[in-house]
């Protein structure tokens, strides 16, 4: 029985999507339960040589076994949730997707006022999602539950029973968090933030599971980091530097150009403290350093990539479990054999 949770290191988009790919892909958890905040996060998922931008579905859907949960903390938009059943048809997903009945659900509503803010929209810079207006009147109680929509009637299941009912049996459940460490309502650079916690321990509570059944944390860097919106970022670089590196990024959800800067130390291990991080999970490995693109084992990677990687470990106290050296499943190296 193993109760891993995966977080985002930073301000996301640190190739979560990829991460959780291959680690459900390869561990084939009975479970993957999506925690998070809701359908502003943008997961890139790359297989059998299609592409994916998902918004609320696990990204681990690509284990067909597996049953694909959303948890009552995070805020459900049923036109997102049914276009995603639709694009991923062929790996039977609106079959095995399940919502908590007291997830709270996304209203146009809510997407209108949040475009509409001066203060979220145009000074936070929010994905226009609806999901800071939604959090808040769930705060003010007056948001209507998953429950209480009837398009929902057939994919309502309690989420927090069936994980827990799961690792009582034995089996694996995989949490899939989104956003990032950086943009917590709590821990990140408020008020450029999102409208909530993003760290493992409120995961664990939006999919209904205790602290104590929770085995192993993920926590995912990039590289680099990059950052869309607005807000303080002290390791950022010109956009001159970025592209001349090569390392210029659009957003999933709103197509935006992100912002990018160096790797900040300082942040990784706050990240890794605040998170309680078991391992980290290191992403782009390739784009920083182009001679370990697609690199599958670890004495392959340059003097330069493995002397940052130790760098890491030594400042953050946190092993390096795993290495993506491009975005396909199979540039990824493993070493959580040799070092858990
Ligand atoms: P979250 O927002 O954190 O969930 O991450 P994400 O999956 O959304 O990341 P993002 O949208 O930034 O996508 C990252 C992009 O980089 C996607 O196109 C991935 O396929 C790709 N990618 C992920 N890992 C690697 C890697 O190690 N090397 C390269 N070159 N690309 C990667
Ligand atoms: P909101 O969550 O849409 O209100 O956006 C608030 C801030 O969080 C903005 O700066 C967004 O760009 C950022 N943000 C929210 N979700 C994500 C994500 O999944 N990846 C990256 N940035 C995000
Ligand atoms: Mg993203």
């Not at 979220?120 to 929509?149: E, F, Q």
């Not at 403290?273 to 670890?298: E, F, K, M």
Request: net charge negative; glycine share 10%; hydrophobic share 35%.
């Amino acid at each position: 029985m193993t109760c891993s949770i995966l977080v985002g290191g930073a301000w996301g988009d640190e190739g979560k999507g990829k991460c959780i790919t291959y680690l459900c892909e390869h561990d084939k958890p009975d479970i993957i339960a999506r925690a998070g905040v809701g359908p502003n996060a943008g997961h890139s998922v790359e297989f059998n040589g299609e592409k994916y931008g998902l918004r609320l579905t696990p990204s681990g859907f690509v284990h067909t076994d597996a049953k694909l949960l959303i948890g009552a903390g995070v805020l459900v938009d049923p036109e997102v949730l049914f276009k995603e059943f639709e694009d991923l048809k062929k790996y039977n997903v609106s079959e095995r997707t399940f919502v908590d009945p007291r997830a709270a659900i996304i209203t146009d509503d809510h997407r209108v006022r949040d475009k509409g803010s001066e203060h979220l929209y145009k000074k936070i810079g929010s994905t226009g999602s609806g999901c800071g207006p939604a959090n808040s009147d769930r705060v003010m109680r007056s948001i209507k539950l998953a429950k209480d929509v009837p398009e929902l009637e057939d994919y309502l299941l309690d989420v927090s029973f069936a994980v827990n009912e799961t690792l009582d049996n034995g089996e694996d459940v995989f949490i899939e968090g989104s956003q990032g460490f950086a943009l917590s309502l709590y821990y990140g650079t408020y008020p450029f933030v999102t409208s909530k916690d993003t760290t493992a321990s409120t995961f664990a509570a939006d999919v209904g599971v205790g602290p104590t059944k929770v085995d192993e944390v993920i926590n995912v860097f990039k590289a680099y980091i990059t950052r869309v919106g607005e807000g303080p970022f002290p390791t950022e670089m010109s956009q001159d530097e970025a592209e001349s590196k090569g390392l210029e990024e659009y957003g999933v959800v709103t197509g935006r150009r992100r912002r990018v800067g160096y790797f900040d130390m300082e942040l990784a291990k706050e990240s890794c403290r605040i998170n309680g991080a078991t391992q980290i999970a290191l992403t782009c490995v390739d784009r920083l350093y182009p001679d370990c693109a697609r690199t599958q084992s670890y004495s392959d990677l340059s003097p330069e990539t493995k002397a940052f990687i130790n760098e890491i470990e030594a400042e953050t106290g946190v092993p390096v479990t795993i290495i993506s050296t491009g975005p396909d499943l199979k540039d990824t190296i493993d070493l959580r054999s040799e070092l858990l």
